[in-house]
């Protein structure tokens, strides 16, 4: 049987795993048992994908993640370099935690930035940007542009990646798509037309 993705001759992939169609997997990437990667992913060199991860398609994964065992990114993801995820809130060597590994949801069309950290057990909220180097430690709304150790919300995000900013009735056209969002009671929703 034909494999329907890419993985370089230095990857790793172990039994059990899901792989889907047009996924590229790069230089010294380690798939590990029953993780299941969608298709047209793109993981980088460098990559650790640990037991039972699920990633959706389109995920891109730069180079130098590890994407610890409780965590999910749904479709269209973005994870930038280096940027760091844990699963135990209380690591300690010579305590096994294994069954208190937390879940950490990265909802579609979020992005994380280069040297971000995400604390387990919280919610990246759909179409979120999370800025290079900030710490994640609590739940982060969908659209909400945050930065900072800890990171803290300072604005809103279109789904092409352009920061809004909202007019006095709280619209918000996005300068490339010319989409239309709301924010009302703290939230930002796409306006349908």
Not at 18 to 42: A, D, L, Q, V, Y
Not at 65 to 80: P, R
Not at 92 to 110: F, H, M, N, P
Not at 186 to 191: A, D, E, P, Q, R
Request: hydrophobic fraction near 35%; proline fraction near 4%; charged fraction near 20%.
């Amino acid at each position: 049987m034909k494999k329907e993705y890419f993985a370089h001759e230095t990857a790793v992939i172990d039994e059990g795993c899901k792989i889907g169609k047009g996924t590229k997997i790069w230089h010294f990437t380690h798939i590990m048992p029953n993780s299941e990667i969608g298709e047209n992913c793109n993981l980088g060199q460098n990559v650790v994908v640990s037991p039972d991860v699920k990633l959706g398609k389109n995920v891109k994964v730069q180079n130098n993640i590890s994407i610890y065992t409780g965590v999910t990114c749904e479709d269209d993801v973005f994870l930038g370099p280096s940027m760091v995820f844990t699963n135990v809130i209380n690591p300690r060597s010579a305590v096994i935690r294994k069954d208190q590994y937390k879940q950490t949801l990265v909802e579609k069309g979020a992005s994380i930035g280069a040297n971000a950290t995400i604390l387990c057990g919280n919610i990246i909220g759909k179409n979120a940007f999370i800025g290079a180097g900030a710490v994640i430690n609590k739940d982060v709304k969908p659209y909400s542009l945050v930065v900072g150790n800890p990171g803290r919300h300072i604005g809103w995000m279109s789904e092409s990646g352009h920061r809004l900013y909202f007019n006095e009735e709280g619209i918000a056209v996005c300068p490339e798509s010319k989409e239309k969002y709301q924010l009302k009671d703290g939230n930002v929703t796409k306006i349908n037309e």
